[in-house]
T-cell receptor, first 111, second 112 residues
């Protein structure tokens, strides 16, 4: 298995632009999590899905952030419009039980 | 707010020495997990200990859990330079449905 796949690995954009991050979970996993990691705030859970349904989005910072999971093998996290304070590493993780498997992350820089 | 808080924030040791990291948390848990993150990479699961367990071993790793003190420790024995990484504890709170809350981590540096 290739593990959790995220794209792009790096994204540099200008303030005000739309950013879309993508994730392919491990096949057979029915939970998918989106995290954001910064030096100041550490690793924060943004939203998670079970069987493609959002369960808890209380960590989504504001309406500029949205996430979808149209099917079991694909999820997106969208930021529109992006701001410099959104600069961070965004991780996707999946699980079918307790241990979570993380992707390599997307390093987002908003100028 | 962060559920787990690790200490120390940073630890530097020599190869061959043991490294101990601690984690404290606030609410009742189903389990507590430890993850490792190498620089620029995603987190990797190391070990899970359930709330009814007190100690668990996996290779050079030893984890203890004290639910009365709401604390856990991770011991890495005979450390190697390759163990250099950040280590995070994560708690699965009761009723959370597999949602983990991570601490800010301990940065371990093992000097050759």
């Amino acid at each position: 298995d290739a593990g959790v796949i995220q794209s792009p690995r790096h994204e540099v954009t200008e303030m005000g632009q739309e950013v879309t991050l993508r994730c392919k979970p491990i096949s057979g996993h029915d939970y998918l999590f989106w995290y954001r990691q910064t030096m100041m705030r550490g690793l924060e859970l943004l939203i998670y899905f079970n069987n493609n349904v959002p369960i808890d989005d209380s960590g989504m910072p504001e309406d500029r952030f949205s996430a979808k999971m149209p099917n079991a093998s694909f999820s997106t996290l969208k930021i529109q419009p992006s701001e410099p304070r959104d600069s961070a590493v965004y991780f996707c993780a999946s699980t079918s039980g307790e241990e979570q498997f993380f992707g390599p992350g997307t390093r987002l820089t908003v100028l | 707010s962060q559920q787990g808080e690790e200490d120390p924030q940073a630890l530097s040791i020599q190869e061959g020495e043991n490294a101990t990291m601690n984690c404290s948390y606030k609410t009742s848990i189903n389990n507590l997990q430890w993850y490792r993150q190498n620089s620029g990479r995603g987190l990797v699961h190391l070990i899970l200990i359930r709330s009814n367990e007190r100690e668990k071993h996996s290779g050079r790793l030893r984890v203890t859990l004290d639910t009365s003190k709401k604390s856990s420790s991770l011991l890495i024995t005979a450390s190697r330079a390759a163990d250099t990484a950040s280590y995070f504890c994560a708690t699965d709170a009761k009723g959370s449905n597999y949602k983990l809350t991570f601490g800010k981590g301990t940065l371990l540096t093992v000097n050759p």
